[in-house]
């Protein structure tokens, strides 16, 4: 895909989300999917995972779902937690949040996954 259009759909992914974000400025997030890495998703197609967005702002990780139609479409909120009172598990493809179904990075945003987990884990005092 190219950086122009994956850019013009997370625009479009942030104005959606505006409505769960409570004003914070969103400083990262990374698009990905539940139910298999995405080592294995060429294999099985796409039809057992749901698009997922991971944003972290100043205060809070919020995880949204999105359309499987439409990638710049957000369904809903699954969750919300505040920054460095949640347990994050970052993984080789995927970051898992508290209860949350693991979300793996599109093979593009492994690099973003990173840095929401980075951004999101508890700061030392």
Known sequence: MSSVKQATIESKILDAASVH????????????HTGVSPVMLPLIGSIIFKPRTVMVTEGSVITLQQSV??????????SRHECGSTPIE???????????????????????MREVARLAAPRGD
């Not at 139609?69 to 699954?78: A, E, G, H, K, P």
């Open 21 to 32: 974000l409570g004003g914070e400025t969103v400083l990262g997030m990374f698009r990905g």
């Open 69 to 78: 139609w439409s990638q710049s479409t957000v369904v809903r909120l699954v």
């Open 90 to 112: 970052l993984g080789r493809w995927g970051l898992k949040i508290a209860d949350d179904a693991t979300v793996f990075a599109a093979l593009g945003s492994l690099e973003d």
